[in-house]
Each structure stands twice: as C-alpha cells, then as structure tokens.
C-alpha cells in the first residue's frame, strides 16, 4: 500500500524469451520420449507374440500321407522292429509301482523329447526323453535320462476307437504307440510317456517338449559349436564313423570345440564305453555344454538362434505357460546349478531276457519305487502332496 492509501499496481515481470524456449523443448524431448517408450513396449511385445507363435503345438503337426492307421505298424527296418512290438502283457500291479503321482509347487517338470524321425515322416521311437526338472526354491536344473531300454509298467490308455491298452514294455515305444493309438496325433504320444513316468516313479510330469536331431544340429551350428570332453575311444569312434568333417582329425585327448555334426555323432555314439548307459551321459553334456553357450551369446544370436529354431518346436504347453516359465527361470539360468543323472540308478536294475513278438529282447528291469524316492530327492522335491489335474 503506498503513502496514499492506495495500492500500487505492480506489473508482473515477463518470463524471459529463453525460459519459453527451455521449457517447450523439455516437454518436446518428454512426449518423444514417451512416444518412443510406447512404441517400444508395444513393438516389444508384438516381437515376443511373433517369437512365441513359431512354436508348434500336437494338434498343429500334420501327420505324413502315408501314415499308418490304428492299430497297425508303419514300415519299419527289420532291425528296429523287435523295439516296436505293443505291450500286451498283463500290467504287473504289485508294490513297486506308484499308483500316486506327486508334485511340489516348487518344481516344474519338463519332458524333453528327442524325435528321431525327419521332417515329412512319421513319428518314430523317442530316441531320447530326458526329464528337466525346475527347482526355483534351490534354483537348480537338474536333467534325469530315462534310459530307452528299462521296462515299465504301462497304466491304461483308451484309444480313439475305445479300445483299452496296458502292459509293460521298454519306454522308448511309448510315444510312437501313443501317437498311433490317438490316431497318428503327437498329444497321445506325450501323454502316454507322460503317465508312464508319472505311474511308475511317482513325479508330476507338468509338460513336453519335442525337438528332432536335425533341430539339435541347428542349435550347434548357431551357436558354433559345442565344447566337450573327449576319451581317446571317443575321438577314435568319430574319425572313423564322420570322416566328412575335416575337424575329426585334429581331436585330441580333453577338451574339444565340436562341430554341429560331430557334436550329433557324439550325442548318438552307443558302441563306445557302456552302450546306452555313456550314450544318456552324452547326451546331458551336450545339452549342458548348450545352456552354457547360451548364456554366452548377444542379443542378436539369440534372436537368430530363436527365429530358426522355435518353428522346430512341438510341446503342450500355452502361449501363457511358456511365458509364465521364460520370466521365472531364464534370469536365474546363470546363477543356478545344473546337475545330471539317469533312471535307473545304480544297483536298482537287472538286464532281463523277454519273449516279444517271437523275439527275444533284453529290457532294464528296476525298483521303480527305489528310483522314484532317488528321483524325488535329487530334483529337491518336499513333501508328498498329491498332483490335481
């Protein structure tokens, strides 16, 4: 108020020109910022739909045009057919089966399926199935062999013209007689190894993954190659069965850079050490020797590796499930530990001689209730609680 009890009229200071100008670049720089966010997220997430859609699932494998029919056997070598035979034995219900599957909400078990058959033919024998087992309390990843020639009880499965089968055979005939019993269908495939597992050893099998061998040489040629360690044996074997490749002839005792079609030589070598018992062993290094590499390679080779591999790719598993398992245990792959074992275990087994199709065939005979508390303990499974569908 001035002398005269008026007030004076102060007149507000213009901001300065410059100020202006500050203040609109700012908020320019803000919207484009913002903007560019958006843009990302949603192109982010557009990538990852894209990705994830080049998985396969069962029911989107056309089956070959010469596929065989229910109940009969597709043109298979003489030599592999007395592996082919159905289980038409009486199911053995004594107590060393497990009629109760367990699970533990801590663990995801994961079947991995090595499929034999090549792009355009049918579904074969699983020439490998190994159990990958998530534990996010103890973060490990533990890979359990199931070994191609143990003998299992076979709990009922009704086929799609409702007729029941059961028995007990070797393992590795389970998916090629699922897939032909759900009418030449992958899902039946899966779901017959699946209750197997389950019936036998008592674990929750939650999924299935396929992938073939030619898949499996992608992966190694993306990524480079795999390191292995070699016995002079080994490195013997490979000289003399993959002579193609020049790198055969510079192996040497110990640690070796292989090649995508040495490292499959490897993973399938069976006449070298303890038959199927070294070839499971391989095949876990192979695979662990992978996750490792994995773990090595940039954002642009993993996205390479992803594009041409993922469209190779059948499982079970949503959209929403794979999701689930991407964000939970891809982050903690390099701090977890990896552990590696087969079914059966040592001193649970015996080789027995069997009558099949007028064919005799050796078969693994095991305690699979001796197995199934190993197999509980090892992949750090609490207690008991019975799986719901």
Same mark, same amino acid.
């Given at each position: 108020m001035g002398?005269?009890?008026?007030y004076?009229?102060k007149?507000?200071?213009?901001?300065?020109?410059?100020?202006?100008?500050?203040?609109? %670049?700012?908020?320019t720089?803000?919207?484009?910022?913002?903007?560019?966010? %958006?843009i990302?997220v949603? @192109?982010?997430i557009?990538?990852?739909?894209?990705?994830?859609?080049?998985i396969?699932?069962?029911? &989107?494998?056309?089956?070959?045009?010469?596929?065989?029919?229910? @109940?009969?056997?597709?043109?298979?070598?003489?030599?592999?057919?007395?592996?082919?035979?159905?289980?038409?034995?009486p199911?053995?219900?004594?107590e060393?089966?497990?009629?109760?599957? %367990?699970?533990?909400?801590? +663990?995801?078990?994961?079947?991995?399926?090595g499929?034999?058959?090549?792009?355009?033919?049918?579904a074969?024998?699983?020439?490998?199935?190994?159990?990958?087992?998530?534990?996010? =309390?103890?973060?490990?990843?533990t890979l359990?062999?199931?070994?191609?020639?143990?003998?299992?009880?076979?709990?009922?499965?009704?086929?799609?013209?409702?007729?029941?089968?059961?028995?007990?055979?070797?393992?590795?005939?389970?998916?090629?007689?699922g897939?032909?019993?759900?009418?030449?269908?992958?899902?039946?495939g899966?779901?017959?190894?699946?209750?197997? *597992?389950?019936?036998?050893?008592?674990?929750? *099998?939650?999924h299935s *993954?396929?992938?073939?061998?030619?898949?499996?040489?992608?992966a190694?040629e993306?990524?480079g190659?795999?390191?292995?360690?070699?016995?002079?044996? =080994?490195?013997?074997?490979?000289?003399?069965?993959?002579?193609?490749?020049?790198t055969?002839?510079?192996?040497?005792?110990?640690?070796?850079?292989?090649?995508?079609?040495?490292?499959?030589?490897?993973?399938?070598?069976?006449?070298v050490?303890?038959?199927?018992?070294?070839?499971?062993?391989?095949?876990?290094? %192979?695979?662990?020797?992978?996750?490792y590499?994995?773990?090595?390679?940039?954002v642009?080779?993993?996205?390479?590796?992803?594009?041409?591999?993922?469209?190779?790719?059948?499982? &079970?598993?949503?959209?929403?499930?794979?999701?689930?398992?991407?964000?939970e245990? +891809?982050?903690?792959?390099? @701090?977890?530990s990896?552990?590696?074992?087969?079914?059966?275990? &040592?001193?649970?087994?015996?080789?027995?001689q069997? #009558?099949?199709?007028?064919?005799? &065939?050796?078969?693994?005979?095991?305690?699979?209730?001796?197995?199934?508390?190993m197999?509980?303990?090892?992949?750090?499974?609490? #207690?008991?609680?019975?799986?719901?569908?």
């Amino acid at each position: 108020m001035g002398k005269g009890g008026k007030y004076l009229n102060k007149k507000a200071a213009a901001p300065k020109k410059g100020a202006k100008k500050t203040k609109k %670049v700012v908020l320019t720089v803000l919207v484009v910022l913002l903007l560019l966010l %958006v843009i990302g997220v949603i @192109g982010g997430i557009w990538y990852y739909n894209y990705l994830i859609n080049l998985i396969s699932r069962p029911d &989107d494998v056309v089956a070959p045009t010469n596929s065989a029919t229910i @109940g009969t056997m597709p043109t298979i070598p003489e030599a592999v057919l007395v592996e082919t035979g159905e289980a038409t034995e009486p199911t053995e219900a004594t107590e060393e089966t497990w009629p109760t599957v %367990v699970s533990d909400q801590n +663990i995801t078990n994961i079947m991995l399926i090595g499929q034999a058959a090549r792009p355009g033919e049918e579904a074969l024998i699983a020439d490998t199935m190994i159990l990958c087992s998530f534990n996010r =309390e103890q973060r490990t990843l533990t890979l359990t062999s199931l070994m191609r020639d143990l003998r299992l009880v076979w709990p009922e499965y009704i086929d799609i013209n409702g007729k029941s089968h059961t028995g007990n055979n070797r393992i590795n005939m389970a998916y090629n007689m699922g897939y032909r019993w759900a009418g030449n269908n992958v899902q039946g495939g899966m779901d017959v190894l699946e209750s197997i *597992v389950e019936y036998n050893f008592g674990v929750k *099998v939650d999924h299935s *993954v396929e992938i073939n061998f030619e898949s499996f040489e992608t992966a190694m040629e993306l990524m480079g190659g795999v390191d292995i360690e070699l016995r002079e044996d =080994e490195i013997k074997y490979l000289q003399e069965n993959y002579p193609v490749s020049n790198t055969g002839k510079t192996l040497k005792p110990g640690w070796n850079r292989l090649s995508p079609y040495l490292a499959l030589g490897y993973a399938r070598m069976r006449k070298v050490g303890h038959g199927d018992f070294e070839r499971t062993e391989r095949q876990r290094k %192979v695979i662990t020797s992978l996750l490792y590499r994995l773990t090595q390679m940039n954002v642009f080779e993993i996205n390479k590796m992803f594009t041409t591999l993922l469209p190779t790719i059948v499982t &079970d598993m949503t959209n929403e499930e794979i999701t689930n398992l991407a964000l939970e245990f +891809i982050p903690m792959l390099k @701090g977890s530990s990896l552990q590696s074992q087969r079914i059966p275990f &040592d001193g649970t087994y015996s080789s027995k001689q069997f #009558e099949i199709d007028g064919r005799s &065939d050796y078969q693994l005979v095991c305690d699979t209730k001796k197995n199934g508390q190993m197999l509980r303990q090892s992949i750090g499974m609490e #207690e008991a609680v019975p799986a719901t569908e």
